[in-house]
């Protein structure tokens, strides 16, 4: 995942893409927040285009045409976080990156 999708998912829970940790305490509240941008994201999908055109661009110097055309939304970039953060709920785990 390039940075720039991690910064949006990572600062919607106030974390540091590089390093850090979501302790199985947080897991409960960052999944919920988490699932309710998904879900805001799937009823504004022009915004989440936008977003991920401009990503895009910035990061292969893409053409708008073809980052359109290869556009991945938002839930899709959420989905392994969102998997992530279930299993450290039921397991009571923390999920730590960038060590």
Known sequence: MYQEHAQRILDL?????TRGVITA???AQALSLLESEVAASKL????DV???VHAHEQEDGESVEHAVMQRVGF???AFPLL??????KQ???SIIWGV
Do not use: V
């Not at 998997?83 to 450290?88: K, V």
């Open 83 to 88: 998997e992530m953060l279930r299993s450290a």
């Open 13 to 17: 829970l106030h974390k540091n893409p």
């Open 75 to 77: 839930a899709a970039r």
């Open 25 to 27: 305490a947080e897991a």
């Open 44 to 47: 504004h999908p022009e915004t």
């Open 91 to 93: 397991e009571n785990e």
């Open 50 to 52: 936008e977003h991920d």
